[in-house]
């Protein structure tokens, strides 16, 4: 093994090693997640039961946790291997195909809205990659929630919704009072565009 590949396993050992330490003593979040029936038709989107058990799952994760939640919706590559979980295959794809069910846009909201913030943030992607109008006009309802952490979601979730007609609640939003509202309507808004 050459030098450089020495110190960069000994880097990788470094950095991962004490986040997973640290992830195992806080301890992922023990939840059981019910079993739900998924077939492999490609039209078949999540039904709200098996939203509602991803919620359920990535509910406690820690920061970290949570972001590799995010980042795995662009990654997972396909719904049919072996060692796939049938809930989490389901509501990835609402991400890859932009298809949900719009009886799944009530509990997206409540979880947006809930005091969670890893399910409040997977929330947001799931209701801006939804291809129903409902989760849009919830979204753009949500610009104005009383809530800054609700209102920098819901332009988050708007960004992920490619939806150009969506332009004119963003730009509102820049006037916004918190900065970090106003950043993510600027994102969404280059997003969107």
Do not use: K
């Amino acid at each position: 093994m050459s030098a450089a590949r020495t110190i960069l396993a000994f880097a990788v050992v470094a950095a991962v090693f004490p986040l997973a330490l640290r992830s195992r003593v806080s301890g992922p979040a023990s939840v059981v997640v019910p079993e739900v029936a998924v077939t492999t038709d490609e039209e078949d989107q999540a039904d709200p039961s098996a939203v509602r058990a991803f919620l359920q799952g990535v509910r406690g994760s820690n920061a970290i946790q949570c972001e590799i939640i995010l980042q795995s919706f662009d990654s997972w590559s396909s719904n049919r291997t072996p060692d796939r979980d049938s809930v989490a295959s389901a509501v990835t794809m609402v991400v890859r195909r932009r298809g949900a069910s719009s009886q799944s846009v009530p509990e997206l909201m409540t979880a947006l809205r809930g005091d969670d913030a890893c399910a409040a943030r997977v929330a947001a992607r799931l209701l801006g990659r939804s291809r129903q109008a409902g989760a849009r006009t919830e979204l753009i309802a949500a610009l104005r929630d009383s809530s800054a952490q609700v209102r920098r979601l819901a332009a988050i979730g708007l960004g992920y919704s490619s939806d150009t007609t969506a332009s004119g609640a963003l730009v509102r939003v820049l006037a916004d009072r918190d900065d970090q509202v106003r950043a993510a309507a600027a994102w969404a808004l280059g997003a969107v565009h």
